[in-house]
Protein backbone atom coordinates (compact mmCIF):
# COMPACT_ATOMS: atom_id res chain seq x y z
CA UNK A 1 0.00 0.00 0.00
CA UNK A 2 1.38 3.48 -1.05
CA UNK A 3 1.93 5.48 2.31
CA UNK A 4 2.80 8.72 0.29
CA UNK A 5 -0.83 9.75 -0.50
CA UNK A 6 -0.90 13.09 -1.42
CA UNK A 7 -3.98 14.92 0.59
CA UNK A 8 -2.67 18.22 -0.41
CA UNK A 9 -5.32 18.76 -3.17
CA UNK A 10 -8.02 18.42 -0.73
CA UNK A 11 -9.39 21.77 0.39
CA UNK A 12 -9.67 20.55 3.67
CA UNK A 13 -6.03 20.32 4.47
CA UNK A 14 -4.36 22.45 6.53
CA UNK A 15 -7.40 24.15 7.09
CA UNK A 16 -8.98 24.35 10.40
CA UNK A 17 -12.80 23.81 12.27
CA UNK A 18 -12.85 27.56 12.60
CA UNK A 19 -11.64 28.63 9.92
CA UNK A 20 -13.79 26.84 7.54
CA UNK A 21 -16.53 28.22 9.15
CA UNK A 22 -15.67 31.59 9.32
CA UNK A 23 -15.63 31.11 5.58
CA UNK A 24 -18.74 29.54 4.82
CA UNK A 25 -21.08 31.64 7.41
CA UNK A 26 -19.22 34.76 5.57
CA UNK A 27 -20.04 33.56 2.62
CA UNK A 28 -23.68 32.27 3.13
CA UNK A 29 -24.93 33.15 6.56
CA UNK A 30 -26.00 30.81 9.13
CA UNK A 31 -29.69 30.87 8.07
CA UNK A 32 -28.55 29.13 4.77
CA UNK A 33 -26.46 26.70 6.37
CA UNK A 34 -29.24 25.80 9.09
CA UNK A 35 -31.76 25.40 5.81
CA UNK A 36 -29.17 23.36 3.64
CA UNK A 37 -27.68 20.83 6.44
CA UNK A 38 -30.43 21.03 8.80
CA UNK A 39 -28.27 21.26 12.04
CA UNK A 40 -29.52 23.44 14.86
CA UNK A 41 -26.46 24.94 16.22
CA UNK A 42 -26.42 26.82 13.04
CA UNK A 43 -29.96 28.05 14.20
CA UNK A 44 -30.54 28.12 17.89
CA UNK A 45 -27.62 30.21 19.77
CA UNK A 46 -25.58 30.53 16.16
CA UNK A 47 -22.52 32.13 16.51
CA UNK A 48 -18.64 30.95 15.54
CA UNK A 49 -17.88 29.66 18.96
CA UNK A 50 -21.25 27.87 20.24
CA UNK A 51 -20.91 25.82 16.56
CA UNK A 52 -16.97 24.75 16.77
CA UNK A 53 -17.92 23.08 20.22
CA UNK A 54 -20.72 21.59 18.76
CA UNK A 55 -18.86 20.35 15.72
CA UNK A 56 -15.91 19.52 17.79
CA UNK A 57 -18.34 17.04 19.99
CA UNK A 58 -20.74 15.40 17.21
CA UNK A 59 -18.59 13.58 14.23
CA UNK A 60 -21.56 13.31 11.89
CA UNK A 61 -22.57 16.65 11.90
CA UNK A 62 -18.91 18.15 11.49
CA UNK A 63 -18.60 15.73 8.23
CA UNK A 64 -21.44 17.08 7.24
CA UNK A 65 -20.29 20.53 7.30
CA UNK A 66 -17.08 19.65 5.79
CA UNK A 67 -18.75 18.34 2.73
CA UNK A 68 -20.68 20.83 2.30
CA UNK A 69 -17.75 23.15 2.41
CA UNK A 70 -15.91 21.08 -0.37
CA UNK A 71 -18.83 20.51 -2.35
CA UNK A 72 -20.78 23.48 -2.16
CA UNK A 73 -18.52 26.24 -1.13
CA UNK A 74 -15.27 25.07 -3.19
CA UNK A 75 -17.78 23.39 -5.61
CA UNK A 76 -15.62 20.41 -6.25
CA UNK A 77 -16.86 17.62 -8.30
CA UNK A 78 -18.76 15.00 -6.21
CA UNK A 79 -16.89 12.29 -4.37
CA UNK A 80 -16.69 8.42 -6.25
CA UNK A 81 -19.24 5.91 -3.87
CA UNK A 82 -15.68 4.67 -2.27
CA UNK A 83 -14.16 7.89 -1.29
CA UNK A 84 -17.77 8.89 -0.29
CA UNK A 85 -17.75 6.16 2.72
CA UNK A 86 -14.88 8.03 3.55
CA UNK A 87 -14.85 11.26 6.14
CA UNK A 88 -14.28 14.75 4.23
CA UNK A 89 -10.99 15.57 5.74
CA UNK A 90 -9.34 11.91 4.49
CA UNK A 91 -10.66 11.66 0.88
CA UNK A 92 -8.31 12.21 -2.00
CA UNK A 93 -9.23 14.60 -4.37
CA UNK A 94 -7.40 13.89 -7.76
CA UNK A 95 -4.98 16.10 -9.17
CA UNK A 96 -7.01 17.70 -12.10
CA UNK A 97 -9.94 18.97 -10.19
CA UNK A 98 -9.64 22.37 -8.48
CA UNK A 99 -11.87 24.55 -6.14
CA UNK A 100 -14.30 26.35 -8.60
CA UNK A 101 -16.56 29.68 -7.57
CA UNK A 102 -18.42 28.70 -4.51
CA UNK A 103 -22.38 27.53 -5.58
CA UNK A 104 -24.96 30.13 -5.69
CA UNK A 105 -27.80 28.88 -3.07
CA UNK A 106 -30.91 30.35 -1.75
CA UNK A 107 -34.02 29.82 0.76
CA UNK A 108 -35.93 28.62 -1.79
CA UNK A 109 -33.84 25.91 -2.72
CA UNK A 110 -33.55 24.98 0.23
CA UNK A 111 -37.06 24.33 0.62
CA UNK A 112 -37.30 22.58 -2.41
CA UNK A 113 -34.45 20.23 -1.12
CA UNK A 114 -35.58 19.45 2.04
CA UNK A 115 -39.32 18.70 0.54
CA UNK A 116 -37.61 16.26 -1.69
CA UNK A 117 -35.75 14.81 1.17
CA UNK A 118 -38.94 14.44 2.87
CA UNK A 119 -40.55 12.71 0.34
CA UNK A 120 -37.64 10.30 0.15
CA UNK A 121 -37.86 9.57 3.63
CA UNK A 122 -41.61 8.80 3.50
CA UNK A 123 -40.88 6.43 0.83
CA UNK A 124 -38.53 4.71 2.73
CA UNK A 125 -39.76 4.06 5.75
CA UNK A 126 -43.34 2.99 3.80
CA UNK A 127 -41.05 0.08 2.48
CA UNK A 128 -41.74 0.73 -1.30
CA UNK A 129 -38.44 2.94 -1.76
CA UNK A 130 -35.95 0.76 -4.03
CA UNK A 131 -38.26 -2.33 -4.11
CA UNK A 132 -39.68 -4.22 -6.67
CA UNK A 133 -43.66 -3.84 -6.71
CA UNK A 134 -45.28 -7.29 -6.55
CA UNK A 135 -44.33 -9.99 -8.38
CA UNK A 136 -47.05 -9.19 -11.79
CA UNK A 137 -49.30 -11.56 -10.46
CA UNK A 138 -52.36 -10.47 -8.85
CA UNK A 139 -54.20 -11.75 -5.24
CA UNK A 140 -56.55 -13.66 -7.22
CA UNK A 141 -53.99 -15.14 -9.57
CA UNK A 142 -52.40 -16.09 -6.76
CA UNK A 143 -55.38 -17.38 -4.75
CA UNK A 144 -56.30 -19.44 -8.13
CA UNK A 145 -53.09 -21.16 -8.02
CA UNK A 146 -53.40 -22.05 -4.37
CA UNK A 147 -57.02 -23.16 -4.62
CA UNK A 148 -57.51 -20.09 -1.94
CA UNK A 149 -60.40 -17.78 -2.11
CA UNK A 150 -59.45 -14.45 -1.23
CA UNK A 151 -61.09 -14.28 1.93
CA UNK A 152 -59.28 -17.35 3.21
CA UNK A 153 -56.13 -14.91 2.44
CA UNK A 154 -57.18 -12.14 4.27
CA UNK A 155 -57.52 -14.33 7.23
CA UNK A 156 -54.07 -16.26 7.14
CA UNK A 157 -52.55 -12.68 6.86
CA UNK A 158 -54.17 -11.87 9.46
CA UNK A 159 -53.43 -14.57 11.66
CA UNK A 160 -49.93 -14.44 10.67
CA UNK A 161 -50.21 -11.30 11.37
CA UNK A 162 -50.97 -11.12 15.26
CA UNK A 163 -49.65 -15.01 15.47
CA UNK A 164 -46.60 -15.44 13.34
CA UNK A 165 -47.13 -19.51 13.65
CA UNK A 166 -50.77 -18.82 12.77
CA UNK A 167 -49.66 -20.48 8.99
CA UNK A 168 -48.34 -23.61 10.57
CA UNK A 169 -50.95 -24.18 13.40
CA UNK A 170 -53.36 -25.45 10.85
Not at 54 to 71: G, H, I, N, P, S
Not at 77 to 83: E, G, R, V
Not at 90 to 118: C, N
Request: contains cysteine; hydrophobic residues 30%; glycine residues 6%.
Amino acid sequence: MNDDINFKNNPLHGLSLKNLLIEIVDHYGFEILHAYLNINCFKTNASIESSIKFLKKTDWAREKVEAFYMYQYKNLPKASSTQFQIPPRDRIVPEGHTAGAPAELSLEDAQRLSEKRAKKAAEHQSGSYGKRHGSGRSSVQKSRSTGQSNSDNKKDSHSSASNPWGNWEK
